[in-house]
């Protein structure tokens, strides 16, 4: 180069290094959750505030007409964003998944598909309502293929709230669930006004800042099956 630098090539030995550790990764369970675990060590400040600050003034700018079409509520970028932001949930989890784990987050997943499709051609468990975004791609035109991006985040990080909180009283059953549902009720009651008043979905009936309490019933079934899981 002309100022003396050398340039980077694609043999270089760094790059070799990455590719090599991202080849491990995608071979080797132990190599892909200590490159997971550096990776959001790395980018805690990242994932942590500018994401969360960017999406939120994103959705709100969407909502105020201030972005274009082809940015306004668009699926993809919601449904990256929101993924980046459960890396951490993921990372911590990743060492305790084993067969038995796997099929219970299996469960989970094929649950919040039938109960968001029961509820949204229903009206049952939640209330009649509908998505006025769609959140990427929809399965049976009906509900989002990346629901469960959505939900089970939501009633894993409440459990595990729960068993932070509650010690080894934890182990109680007849305390833990219950304890459990009010934690996913307490957060649906921020975030589904939230979503209603950015136009996400809408509820037919009136209520809690658009929200009616059939929606928090739902929620009390749905993480009473979470927690049980």
Known sequence: MADGSEGVSEDSPGLSTD???LRRAFRDRDAFEHLLDRTVANSRFTIAVVFPITGAALLL???????????AFDPYLVLFGVAVMRLPLISGLAPLID??????LSALV????????????TG???????????????LF??????????????????????????????????LRIP?????????DVVLDPAAVALGFWSFAGSGFYGVPLSNYAGWVLSAVVAAVL
């Open 19 to 21: 590719r090599g550790r």
């Open 61 to 71: 700018a969407s909502a105020e007409g201030l972005l274009p079409d082809p940015l």
């Open 99 to 104: 067969r038995r784990a796997a099929g219970a």
């Open 110 to 121: 094929a649950y919040s598909y039938v109960i968001e499709y029961v509820g949204a051609t």
């Open 124 to 138: 049952v468990p939640y209330g009649e309502f509908s998505y006025d975004v769609p959140l990427g791609p929809m």
């Open 141 to 174: 035109d009906t509900i989002p293929v990346g629901l469960p991006v959505f939900f089970i985040p939501l009633a894993l990080n409440s459990y595990l709230l729960c068993l932070l909180l509650l010690g080894d009283r934890a182990d109680l059953a007849a």
């Open 179 to 187: 304890v459990v549902a009010a934690t996913v009720v307490a957060l």
